[in-house]
DNA sequence: CGTAGTGTTGAGTCAAGTCAATGGTTGTGG
DNA sequence: CCACAACCATTGACTTGACTCAACACTACG
């Protein structure tokens, strides 16, 4: 994107959304070493079993956390977009219970868990703001829990399509326009619990109803409102503008 | 349970289990304020909206966590047993996106937000533990997002009652002999994300093979192995043992 | 000893899954 | 530039696990 930026500017830029950080901690933050990768679509930060030894930031491109049960059924947990530090889960924990793999292609910065762990005990500030940023991993954990264990399949996909559109263009990255899904029919299904086959049906209900237009991945929200209703959607859960930091202006779809 | 002992020793030990505290830190962790509190079954620790003023923990009884859909379905998210400390979760967050519930009459210590945020940012021992525990909590949930998005009726509950007595017994709450579920079916539905009807058809199921047994909410486990292999059940995700503090003997039925 | 909350059971329905085939797109190498 | 391969999306026919509705039984407690 933005290549003339300090590779790790999005995790200052992060954290500083959760925290109050002066300049000194901005730099603390820049100064970590890291080392950035280009990596393919399908390619593993993270397996479920490993003992990680760094945290990544996801620079470009998505990725997904997830886990595969004992008959092979594959759930995702977490969706990773641009900004997102992957594995503030692993950070203490010492070894991990999920995989997190690339969606598509992108970038990461992989930083040290021992350089994160240290600035985070000796920098508060920074700590609070980590703090908060896993917390809210948490909370969409827990919205997901309700989706897949109490909502139908439509109300499923509408809920996740309104998720991914609201934390997009609340980190800038598409247009209200529309945005591209940046999964597969299958691996949205493997997101809500469903079959890649009914995940289709479903998809093709909501065209259907007027609520979204489709080419090929590229999702259009025709009825936005509708959409969130359908969806049981609020964007209450991914406190996005909680905080002492003033809150910036955003107004996604004027909601 | 034990009258004489510190009101806040529980607290004291979980996070010692979690990080390496020195006599000061568990001193420091001994003065935190409190208040403590006998309540009811059914009585709110926190609702959803709320902007808690302090974190509880929790002593005698058990608690859930839970949301409720647009369309009034309650989804359970998690079960606190005694020891746990309720609402971490929401120690940095301002609003809370779930409430908290008591399942049956129980002793809280109540903790002011500051009180505990200020330990946390002047102690990083103490910070360490604090967050290992709540990266816990949330392994804890992305097991359940899997268990309730991808395994069948039997394969949840198999699960859940593995996880619980597991769980119990980390605490030293129950023997191996049997524990008492402390929910009825219908709450056990709303973990699972099933009815309470099919809920008593799957227990009725795993009791004629034998696998557990049951007289009123107390289960038995007939073939421990067996309900684990049913349940798809691992313990790792639990992150029982690990740390660098010397995990203690524990030979959960010899697992 | 009645009442309210649980637990249990049966019969019928339906949302979502399964199986299987067909179409479309993209990319690649000859 | 075309043909093939691989992957993904779409569709239909059929099956099934879980839900719904409705009744009835048990237990604890006031």
């Known amino acids: 994107m933005a290549p003339t930026e300090h590779p790790l500017e999005m995790l200052v830029r992060e954290i500083g959304r959760h925290a109050k950080l002066g300049e000194a901690d901005r730099q603390a933050i820049r100064a970590l070493p890291h080392r950035l990768r280009r990596?393919?679509?399908g390619s593993y930060l993270v397996r479920d079993g490993d003992e990680p030894k760094h945290c990544c930031l996801l620079i470009e491109g998505f990725a997904i956390h997830q886990k595969v049960t004992g008959k092979g059924a594959r759930q995702i947990l977490?969706?990773?977009i641009p900004g997102d530090a992957v594995d503030l889960q692993n950070m203490f924990l010492a070894v991990s219970d999920h995989s997190v793999q690339m969606l598509t292609k992108g970038l990461v910065a992989d930083i040290q868990r021992s350089e994160l762990q240290q600035l985070v005990t000796t920098n508060s500030a920074i700590a609070a703001g980590i703090m908060q940023m896993t917390l809210i991993e948490s909370s969409i954990m827990r919205e997901w829990v309700v989706n897949v264990g109490r909502r139908d399949a439509r109300e499923r996909i509408a809920h996740v399509l309104c998720e991914f559109a609201v934390r997009m263009d609340d980190r800038g990255i598409d247009g209200m326009d529309g945005f591209e899904l940046p999964m597969t029919q299958e691996q949205l299904a493997d997101t809500t619990g469903l079959t890649p086959v009914h995940v289709n049906r479903?998809?093709?209900g909501l065209?259907?109803?007027g609520l979204i237009a489709r080419r090929r991945r590229v999702i259009q929200f025709d009825?936005?409102?509708a959409l969130q209703d359908v969806g049981d959607f609020s964007?209450?859960?991914l406190h996005i503008n909680d905080q002492d930091v003033v809150g910036k202006a955003q107004g996604m779809r004027g909601i």
Do not use: Q
């Open 202 to 204: 479903v998809l093709k």
């Open 207 to 209: 065209e259907a109803d």
């Open 235 to 237: 964007r209450r859960y």
């Open 223 to 225: 009825d936005w409102r």
């Open 78 to 80: 977490a969706v990773c």
């Open 39 to 41: 990596l393919d679509a």
